[in-house]
């Protein structure tokens, strides 16, 4: 079992910024492929992001890679999503997940352990 806690969501203005951040407990974390989604209101949950156990590989969306960075320090058990640049339509609850498989990374269907999200919402 894998345990999953987001944090850093909230209201900013377009073009702001924030730091998502995953806290993670229980199963080894270091050996988890860990992944960032979004869902927006009436929408599909989607993959924002990826990345292995290393760090070593990352994943992106095409409409973030620009903006967002995901990170990992498996020495703290938690994952980062800093992302620059928000737009409007990035309003969703952001969730963090993992995958012990290291299975294909942008494939949220390969993703064992979900946290609760956190909601980030940009404003005009």
């Known amino acids: 079992q894998v345990q999953l806690v987001e944090s850093g969501g909230g209201l900013v203005q377009a073009g702001g910024s924030l730091r998502l951040s995953c806290a993670a407990s229980?199963?080894?974390?270091?050996?988890?492929?860990m992944g960032w989604f979004r869902q927006a209101p009436g929408k599909e949950r989607e993959v924002v992001a990826a990345?292995?156990?290393?760090?070593?590989?990352?994943y992106s969306k095409d409409s973030v890679k620009a903006r967002f960075t995901i990170s990992r320090d498996n020495a703290k058990n938690t994952v980062y999503l800093q992302m620059n640049s928000l737009r409007r339509g990035e309003t969703a609850v952001y969730y963090c997940?993992?995958?012990?498989?290291?299975?294909?990374?942008?494939?949220?269907?390969?993703?064992?352990?979900w946290g609760r999200g956190t909601q980030v919402t940009v404003s005009a």
């Open positions: 229980g199963r080894t974390f270091s050996s988890c492929t």
């Open positions: 997940a993992a995958d012990p498989g290291n299975k294909a990374a942008m494939n949220r269907r390969n993703y064992d352990y």
């Open positions: 990345i292995r156990s290393s760090g070593g590989t990352i």
